[in-house]
């Protein structure tokens, strides 16, 4: 169904995989391997996020990036016999390390593997309803599926109007934004009806590779050592000194969504 979706409104978007989801009880499920061919079939590409989604700033920056190569595996022989490059790299979590030297020994470290960092512009916290949204998907409860399908598409548009205004604050200008969700049962049901609505808020989609040539993703972004990861459009504006008092007014998903179980 996702891809499906990214067919009809000509989406080009990169998967980026946990390879240690691909194994059930040790060993490599072909199934769950065959997902990722697909993928690659429709003319996506994959990314690395690390085998196992380690928090850089909670494990030492050595098993941190042992982490990283285990995570290529299997992804890099199925993107290069499909003719292509493993080249994005995504942090689990966000967070690119917590000092300034961390960033420079990681960051060194992925380059020197082939990777470009992917950014994340338009942050969220998807993530809540795809957790409550798996829970009704389980429970088979379809009233509460289309409730929280309805006020997820609300709420992922909020916060774009959110990202529009930072970038201007912080940046100046509009700018191509990098929009972070998750492959899971609330984006095969509800991401067609998202796409559809920032189509007539005038959105058109791109590549990462294009949206990456905007000159602002050359910007520093070494100034933010904090715990959380954050949105880049918020690591520039932390790097280049502006007050964080900027950041402030964005959306959350209701206590209602948060308050409901997951899976």
């Known amino acids: 169904d996702l891809l499906a ?3 009809k409104h000509g989406v080009q978007a990169v998967g980026f995989v946990n390879e240690g989801k691909l194994e059930h009880d040790g060993e490599i499920d072909p199934f769950r391997v065959g997902i990722l061919k697909r993928w690659l079939d429709a003319g996506h590409e994959l990314g690395n996020h690390g085998y196992s989604h380690l ?4 494990v030492p920056p050595d098993e941190w990036m042992a982490d990283v190569v285990r995570g290529e595996k299997v992804t890099r022989g199925l993107v290069e016999a499909n003719g292509g490059r493993l080249r994005y790299f995504r942090h689990p979590f966000l967070p690119t390390g917590m ?4 960033q420079a020994e990681t960051g060194d470290f992925l380059a020197s593997h082939g990777y470009t960092v992917s950014p994340v512009t338009i942050d969220n916290s998807e993530w809540i309803y795809g957790r409550a949204y798996a829970h009704a998907y389980n429970d088979g409860d379809g009233e509460l599926k289309e409730r929280i399908g309805r006020d997820y598409v609300r709420y992922m548009l ?4 959110f990202y529009e205004t930072q970038s201007e604050i912080i940046v100046g200008r509009a700018i191509p934004h990098v929009l ?3 492959a899971y049962a609330l984006n095969a049901d509800w991401l067609d009806e998202l796409l559809v609505k920032l189509e007539e808020r005038g959105y058109r989609w791109i590549s990462l ?4 040539e905007d000159p602002i993703y050359a910007h520093a972004v070494d100034g933010w050592t904090g715990r959380g990861g954050i949105t880049w459009l918020h690591r520039w504006a932390i790097t280049d000194g502006i007050d964080r008092s900027v950041f ?3 959306p959350e998903p209701p206590e209602w969504i948060s308050d409901l179980p997951g899976p």
């Open 209 to 212: 590779e294009e949206a990456l």
């Open 5 to 7: 979706t990214f067919k």
């Open 180 to 182: 972070l969700v998750h």
């Open 55 to 58: 928090d850089l700033h909670l």
């Open 248 to 250: 402030k007014g964005e």
């Open 158 to 161: 909020e916060v774009v109007e």
């Open 99 to 102: 000092s300034v030297e961390i």
